[in-house]
C-alpha cells in the first residue's frame, strides 16, 4: 500500500496530485492559473510521458475512495437507526408577534378612549349576527347594543366594521330602536352616502325606516340629489331612493335638480319628463339640454349608466338632443356599457337611438358588444326590443346572422320558451305585423326608420334575416311540436312559422301528421285545431298538408274526426279545396260513409252540405 501523499506538502509530487501531475507532462508546463492561464507546448521531437508510479498512485487513490463507501454503506445497513437522533423542540416562551398584540391593545386604548366600549360591541355583534341563534338572546343583544352605541352612531359609522353593527340594530331592533339611529345619522346622511361602507348603512336606514322617517331622509338630501348623483358610490343611494321610496313628485324635485337652477326654483309646476318642461318654458330648451349634455359626457365617463335615475336623464337627452350631438356621444366608453342598460325600460330606449343614430363602423361595435348576452336580452322584457331594433337598422346583415342569429338559432328552446322571447321570433318572421304587435311596440320601432345611416331597402333586409334564421326556427319547431302544442301561446308562434316562412315546411307538416297518427283525438284539441286551420287556409301550403294526411292516415280514422265539430271542420277543409285524384276517392268514401248518424255538430251539418252539393 503506497502512502497518501497527494494532500501533503511534502509528498511527492508537491502540493499537486497525480491527476494535475499527468495533465502537467502531457500538455506542457502551466505558467498561470485563471483565464489568463498559458500553456507552454512541449519540446519538438520528444513526446510526454507518464510514470508507472503515477498510475499506480491513481489507482490506489481510487481503489481506496470506493472501499469506503463501501464500508459506510456496509454500516448503515447493518445499524440502521445508528447515527444522530432529531431532538424534539423543547417549550419556548411566548413569540414576539403576541407581545406586538398586545402592545397595539394597549397603544389603542391609550389613544381611542373608546376602546373597550368598541370591543364589547364588536363582540355583541358577533353573537347577534348568527342566524340560530334563539330570539330572547338576540332581543337582549339588541338592547345592549342601544345602550352602549347610543349617542355615539355618528362618530362610529364611518368605521366599516361598525356600520354593520348599526345595520344590525336596523334590521332586527324595533321601531323605537331605529328612531334614535335615524336621529343621530340625519344630518351626516350625505356624507354617510359618500362612504364606501356608509352607503350601505343609509340603504338600510331606507329599508328599515317607516314612511316618515323616510320623508326626514329625503328632506335632509334635497337640493343635493344632483351632486350625489355624480358620485361613484352615492349614486347608489340616489337610485335606491328614486326607484324604491320617492313618489311621484319626489321624482320630479328629483330629476328638476339636473335642469339647471333657473328651473328648480320652478320644481313644483314641473314634470320629470322634459316634453311637458318644454311645453311650460319653451324658451329655456337649448339651456335645459346643455346641462344635460354636461351630465351625459359624466355618467359616460364615470361609468355610472347602470343606475336607473342616469338612464332617465341621459333619456331626456336622446329623445329631444340633436342627431348629430348623439352620434358624437356614441363612442367606445358608451358602448363597453351598453349591455349594462338594455334590460330596463329607459336603457332600451337608450340602446335602440344609439343603433339608429350611430356610423357603421360603431354599429359593428354595439354588435360585438352584444356577443354572449343576446340569450339574454331575447327573454327580457325591454331587451328583445333592443334586437328588434337592430334588424330594422343593421345593413350589414351577413354580420348580424353571424353575431347576432346564430346565438338565437343556439337557443331556441329556451327563447320559444319565455313570452318575450317568442315575441322576438314573430318579430324575425313577421316584422311590425299589427296582430302580433300592439300599436305601442310598432310605434316605439317605427322612430328608427327614419336615420340617415341605413341605405338598404328594409325589406331586403328582412328577407336575408328570414332566409337565414327560417330553417332553424322550423327544424327546432319539428322536433318539440308535440310540447309546444301543450301550450296556446307557443301554438300561436307555430302559426306564425306557418304563414310567413320562406324556407321548405314538409318535415314540419311528417310532424304534424305523425301526431295525430298516433292519437287521432288530438285533432278535436283546441291548439291542434288552430294549427291545422292555419295551414289547410294557407294556399301555397293546402294541398301539400292534404295530400299528406291523406296518403299517410288510413281513410276510416280521417272520416271517425267528423264525429266531433273541430274534426269534422278538419275533414271539410280536407275536401273542398280537392281536384286531386286522391280527394276524389276520400270525397266518394265519404259519400258512402253515413256521416249523417255523427253527433250534430255545426262542423258535421256543414260537411254534409258540401257532400250533397259534390
Known amino acids: 500500500m503506497v502512502k497518501k501523499p497527494l494532500a501533503g506538502k511534502s509528498g511527492k509530487y508537491g502540493k499537486k496530485g497525480p491527476k494535475d501531475q499527468l495533465k502537467k507532462q502531457k500538455s506542457g508546463k502551466v505558467i498561470k492559473k485563471g483565464k489568463s492561464a498559458k500553456k507552454v507546448a512541449p519540446q519538438s521531437g520528444k513526446k510526454a510521458l507518464v510514470s508507472k508510479e503515477v498510475l499506480e498512485a491513481l489507482k490506489e487513490n481510487r481503489l481506496e475512495k470506493q472501499n469506503k463507501r463501501q464500508e459506510k454503506l456496509d454500516e448503515k445497513r447493518k445499524n440502521p437507526t445508528k447515527g444522530k437522533k432529531r431532538k424534539l423542540p423543547e417549550s419556548k416562551e411566548p413569540k414576539e408577534p403576541l407581545k406586538k398584540k398586545a402592545l397595539k391593545k394597549v397603544r389603542k386604548a391609550n389613544e381611542d378612549n373608546e376602546y373597550e366600549n368598541l370591543t364589547k360591541i364588536k363582540a355583541l355583534w358577533e353573537k347577534g349576527r348568527v342566524n340560530d341563534i334563539e330570539v330572547s338572546k338576540r332581543e ?29 340594530l336596523l334590521r332586527l331592533g324595533k321601531a323605537e330602536d331605529s328612531n334614535f339611529i335615524v336621529k343621530e345619522l340625519l344630518p351626516h346622511v350625505s356624507e354617510l352616502s359618500k362612504a364606501k361602507y356608509g352607503k350601505f348603512t343609509v340603504n338600510c336606514m331606507l329599508k328599515n325606516s317607516s314612511k316618515e322617517q ?39 324635485e328629483m330629476i328638476t335638480e339636473f335642469y339647471g337652477k333657473e328651473l328648480y326654483l320652478y320644481k313644483d309646476l314641473l314634470s320629470e319628463h322634459f316634453s311637458k318642461v318644454i311645453e311650460l318654458y319653451p324658451g329655456k330648451k337649448d339651456k335645459v339640454l346643455e346641462e344635460l349634455l354636461s351630465h351625459t359626457q359624466v355618467f359616460i365617463e364615470k361609468g ?8 332617465h336623464i341621459m333619456l331626456q337627452y336622446f329623445l329631444h338632443g340633436p342627431e348629430d350631438t348623439i352620434q358624437e ?13 338594455v334590460h330596463t325600460k329607459e336603457g332600451s330606449k337608450i340602446a335602440m337611438r344609439c343603433l339608429w343614430y350611430s356610423k357603421a363602423k360603431e354599429r359593428k361595435l354595439i354588435i360585438r358588444t352584444f356577443k354572449g348576452h343576446i340569450k339574454d336580452m331575447s327573454i327580457n322584457e325591454n331587451g328583445y326590443l333592443v334586437l328588434c331594433a337592430l334588424f330594422d337598422c343593421v345593413d350589414d346583415t ?3 346572422k353571424k353575431a347576432v342569429l346564430s346565438e338565437i338559432m343556439e337557443n331556441l328552446d329556451t327563447i320559444s320558451m319565455s313570452q318575450y322571447g317568442r315575441l322576438l321570433l314573430n318579430y324575425i318572421l313577421a316584422p311590425r305585423s299589427t296582430k302580433l304587435f300592439p300599436p305601442s311596440i310598432v310605434d316605439i320601432l317605427k322612430v328608427g326608420d327614419t336615420n340617415k345611416v341605413s341605405k338598404k331597402d328594409p325589406q331586403t333586409r328582412r328577407q336575408e334575416l328570414l332566409s337565414y334564421a327560417c330553417p332553424g326556427i322550423i327544424d327546432n319547431f319539428k ?8 301550450d296556446n301561446t307557443r301554438t300561436l308562434l307555430l302559426t306564425t312559422a306557418v304563414n310567413h316562412a ?17 292519437d287521432s283525438s288530438l285533432v278535436d284539441s283546441t291548439t291542434m285545431h288552430i294549427l291545422m286551420r292555419a295551414i289547410q287556409q294557407h294556399k301555397d301550403h293546402q294541398s301539400v298538408f292534404n295530400e299528406l294526411v291523406l296518403s299517410r292516415i288510413p281513410v276510416d280514422i280521417i272520416i271517425n274526426w267528423a264525429k266531433t265539430n273541430r274534426g269534422a271542420f278538419s275533414v271539410l277543409r280536407l275536401v273542398e279545396n280537392g281536384g286531386s285524384v286522391k280527394v276524389n276517392e276520400f270525397v266518394s268514401k265519404l259519400k258512402q260513409s253515413d256521416v249523417s248518424s255523427f253527433d250534430q255538430s255545426t262542423g258535421r251539418d256543414k260537411l254534409i252540405e258540401f257532400l250533397n252539393k259534390a
Open 329 to 341: 356621444l356614441v363612442t367606445e366608453k358608451l358602448i363597453e356599457q351598453i349591455v349594462n342598460f
Open 304 to 311: 355610472l349608466t347602470g343606475h336607473i335615475i342616469v338612464q
Open 479 to 486: 322536433d318539440n311540436v308535440e310540447s309546444m302544442l301543450l
Open 398 to 400: 351577413v354580420l348580424v
Open 502 to 518: 320562406s324556407c321548405d315546411l314538409s318535415n314540419l307538416f311528417n310532424a304534424v301528421v305523425d301526431l295525430l297518427m298516433n
Open 140 to 168: 337582549e343583544i339588541v338592547e345592549q347594543l342601544k345602550e352602549l352605541m347610543e349617542g355615539k352612531v355618528a362618530s362610529l359609522m364611518f368605521k366599516h366594521d361598525l356600520a354593520r353593527v348599526v345595520q344590525l
Open 214 to 252: 323616510r320623508k326626514l331622509i329625503f328632506k335632509s338630501l334635497a337640493g343635493q340629489f344632483k351632486k350625489l348623483t355624480l358620485h361613484a358610490e352615492a349614486v347608489t343611494v340616489v337610485d335606491t331612493i328614486y326607484n324604491d321610496y320617492a313618489t311621484s313628485k319626489e321624482r320630479t
